[in-house]
């Protein structure tokens, strides 16, 4: 008993020493880091295998084995994305873990490092996981989402129950001799996808007079951004002030007239002129999930100016601009794990409780969202409540041990 306590008491002198707790930080960081790379990887690499094995039974002639393999590549920054956090929770619990089996915790606390310290540690390497999942979500994300969809497109086959691209209603107008403008009814645009460079892909525009009867329907394989003429150069707004130009390519149109009979058309090209920028085009008919974080804050912006708002593209930009603050807040829920009321079991049922509930958080991020979008309720608080609740039951937890 001397000798252990005569042991204690030289190890609380050392701890003191800077020297000796940048070696402890160095030790604990080191292992943290180990713990997170390694659940992370594991969790992904999983994903990946039910990926390949998901896309096996979708293959035949037009869908090979060397297309699902790049499928697969392209969609893997997603499935990594999606589980930093997770891997997170699952790696920091590991590590801790593993240092408490060893009874090496116990000894830092002896020797006076308090638990709040040793969390910190644990929050630094975390910070990789933080910046990494970020520069994802900017850089990585747009493009590889876009190429994934580009080689396995479920929604090629069924536009008629899609809901992407980009939907709006058009009013038009017939200007006579003395300037004046009567209604012509109005235009239901769709537009299947545009790029960058101003290139957009399957435009269909059907056209109901005033009674709202259709009238005609038109049908271009793609098209062009040729230019932009002036409108109103007084307009407050300055996506007022011009009208985009794009020419259509191989343009189908059928005509319909009262006695429900149809004539076709075939017209190498025609125009279609929208009241925004080619930029605008391409961020309205992208999904939420295949835009950067400054894209998706382009599109909010941009939503604003035209008196609109997109709820779905709104939760997705809050879930990726706090999404370090999950990672973070699930780093310390590990940490109570450790140091909670789970401290006295196997480092296997603290595994289980951290998977269950790195599940359970997921779920509920997913549920908030789907409330705000139900709702209209704020999608900034929707996206903090779990963040919050975490945190709070991970501190709540430490604090009961201090």
């Known amino acids: 008993m001397r000798s252990l306590f005569a042991k204690s008491a030289e190890s609380v002198h050392l701890a003191k020493k800077p020297a000796n707790l940048k070696v402890l930080s160095r030790y604990v960081k080191l292992n943290a880091l180990l713990a997170i790379v390694a659940a992370v ?28 393999l790049k499928y697969i590549f392209y969609r893997s920054p997603y499935f990594l994305e999606q589980f930093i956090p997770t891997g997170a929770l699952l790696g920091a619990v590991i590590g801790l873990g593993l240092l408490a089996n060893k009874s090496e915790l116990v000894v830092m606390r002896a020797a006076g490092v308090s638990i709040y310290r040793i969390v910190g540690w644990v929050l630094q390497p975390a910070l990789i996981f933080v910046l990494l999942a970020l520069a994802i979500n900017q850089f990585v994300l747009p493009s590889s989402n876009q190429l994934a969809k580009q080689i396995n497109d479920e929604d090629s086959a069924s536009l008629v129950t899609s809901v992407r691209g980009y939907w709006t209603i058009q009013p038009r107008f017939d200007s006579a001799e003395d300037g004046s403008a009567t209604p012509d009814g109005s235009d ?22 005033n009674d709202g009867n259709l009238q005609t329907a038109v049908h271009a394989e793609g098209g062009q951004y040729t230019g932009r003429e ?8 300055p996506s007022e002030q011009y009208r985009y ?29 929208l009241p925004f920028a080619p930029e605008s085009v391409y961020l309205l008919t992208r999904k939420a999930e295949d835009l950067s974080l400054t894209q998706l804050y382009e599109h909010r912006t941009f939503m604003r100016q035209q008196g609109s708002r997109s709820l779905d593209h709104e939760v997705a930009f809050w879930q990726k601009l ?57 999608p900034m608080l929707m996206v903090l409540l779990p963040i919050i609740g975490s945190a709070l039951l991970g501190g709540y937890l430490i604090k009961r041990q201090m």
């Open 322 to 378: 706090l999404s370090p603050l999950s990672i973070l807040s699930l780093v310390i829920v590990a940490c109570s794990f450790v140091f909670g009321s789970l401290r006295t079991h196997s480092l296997g049922l603290r595994i289980v409780v951290a998977l269950l509930f790195g599940l359970l958080f997921s779920y509920i991020q997913d549920l908030v969202g789907f409330v705000s979008l139900a709702t209209g309720f704020s």
């Open 188 to 209: 239901i645009l769709y537009i299947d996808y545009a790029d960058v460079a101003g290139n957009i892909g399957e435009v269909k525009r059907w056209h109901l007079d």
């Open 245 to 273: 130009e794009w020419q259509l390519d191989d343009m189908v149109e059928l005509s319909i007239n009262q006695g429900f009979e149809s004539s076709q058309a075939i017209s190498p090209s025609d125009t279609l002129s």
């Open 41 to 68: 990887i594991g969790l992904w690499a999983l994903q990946l295998i039910f990926s390949y094995l998901s896309e096996l039974e979708s293959l035949d002639d037009g869908y090979t084995m060397g297309e699902a």
């Open 230 to 237: 002036p409108i109103d150069v007084n307009s407050d707004k």
